[in-house]
């Protein structure tokens, strides 16, 4: 009788964490039926960060993530102020979260999301959806954490990929939910595996 090999292989999809970075924001919920376990895109697995902390905590926690190579990519969900479509936001302003004075007085006065906007907004509209990628940054806690968690990112040419998208306030929560899974699976098909565990 041959044996049976018993032993669970690691999980070798990329990680992309998803956070709605306002607890009261309930649309997206990463739990689709009793089994507790989180929606995965296609090829990646997902892990949902909770939004329950302060902005700066929040930042800092998601910007350790990424640092310490947890996660590969990053999708922020939220509300926009707009009406009409669903937003893909290009870029953060270096404000601080209250008032008008720079977050970092060192820090680019503006850093562009490095998610591809365009193909999630292309990805966005062939499902049906209303969908634009827009350059101006809402002033919220979304827009903040965006600026500390690009700003922090190390210098090199491979960035993980992170973006940030916006539910207008009239959308119901499956097209959010279908809004935000379309997303991640765009920013999932440019992620690679993880590499194979040096054998002993």
């Known amino acids: 009788m041959l044996d049976m090999d018993t032993g669970l292989r690691p999980d070798r999809r990329p990680a992309i964490a998803i956070c709605a970075w306002n607890p009261d ?30 902005a700066e905590t929040l930042a800092a926690r998601l910007s350790a993530m990424i640092a310490k190579g947890e996660c590969g990519a990053l999708l922020l969900v939220g509300r926009t102020i707009h009406p009409g479509a669903f937003r893909l936001q290009t870029r ?20 562009r999301a490095t998610a591809a906007a365009a193909e999630i907004v292309r990805d966005l509209t062939a499902v049906g959806l209303n969908a634009i990628a827009a350059s ?20 090199g040419p491979a960035s993980p990929a992170i973006g940030l ?18 997303a991640a699976s765009a920013i999932a098909r440019h992620l690679a595996p993880l590499p194979r565990p040096n054998a002993a």
């Open 25 to 54: 924001f309930t649309a997206w919920d990463p739990v689709e039926d009793l089994s507790g376990d989180p929606w995965h895109p296609v090829g990646a697995r997902t892990l949902p960060v909770s939004g329950d902390a302060s």
């Open 92 to 111: 953060a302003e270096n404000k601080r979260l209250v008032g008008t004075e720079r977050l970092d007085h060192t820090g680019p006065g503006v850093v």
């Open 136 to 155: 101006d940054a809402e002033e919220d806690a979304g827009s903040y954490i965006l600026y500390r968690i690009l700003n922090d990112l190390p210098d």
């Open 165 to 182: 998208i916006r539910a207008p306030s009239d959308a119901p929560n499956a097209k959010v939910q279908q809004a935000v899974k379309t």
